[in-house]
């Protein structure tokens, strides 16, 4: 079993930055593909981000191209999600979620283990 756990999400102004970061509890990152999911109220959670097993690849939803960027730190033991020029669209939870060897991908389904979630809030 897996555990992830998020952290650095909080509450800052439009045009700020924040860096998320995703670590598993008791193991490393380094072979599984890693993705950021968002989800606000009533609505199914959006993919963010992606980055391959291997690091070599990475994905990125069209909304947050350009703005956020996702990478491995730690000799790949954890992820992180720079984000950068934050727009209230953006408030949501945001999950990190891992998939086992994985080539990374948008879709949900394809991974296995998903944090807790942390907040992110943009305010105008």
């Known amino acids: 079993q897996v555990q992830l ?12 930055s924040l860096r998320l970061s995703c670590a598993a509890s008791g ?5 599984y593909a890693v993705a950021w999911f968002r989800q606000v ?16 690849k990475t994905y990125y939803s069209e909304s947050v191209k350009g703005r ?15 984000m950068n020029g934050l727009k209230p669209d953006d408030t949501a939870l945001y999950y990190c979620a891992a998939d086992l060897g994985g080539l990374g991908s948008t879709r949900r389904e394809s991974y296995e283990y998903w944090g807790q979630g942390t907040q992110v809030t943009v305010s105008s």
């Open 5 to 16: 756990v998020e952290s650095g999400g909080g509450l800052v102004q439009a045009g700020g």
């Open 27 to 31: 193991r490393t990152l380094r072979t």
């Open 41 to 56: 109220p009533g609505k199914e959670p959006e993919f963010v981000s992606a980055i391959s097993a291997t690091g070599g």
């Open 68 to 82: 956020f960027t996702t990478f491995r730190t730690n000799a790949m033991d954890t992820m992180s999600l720079q």
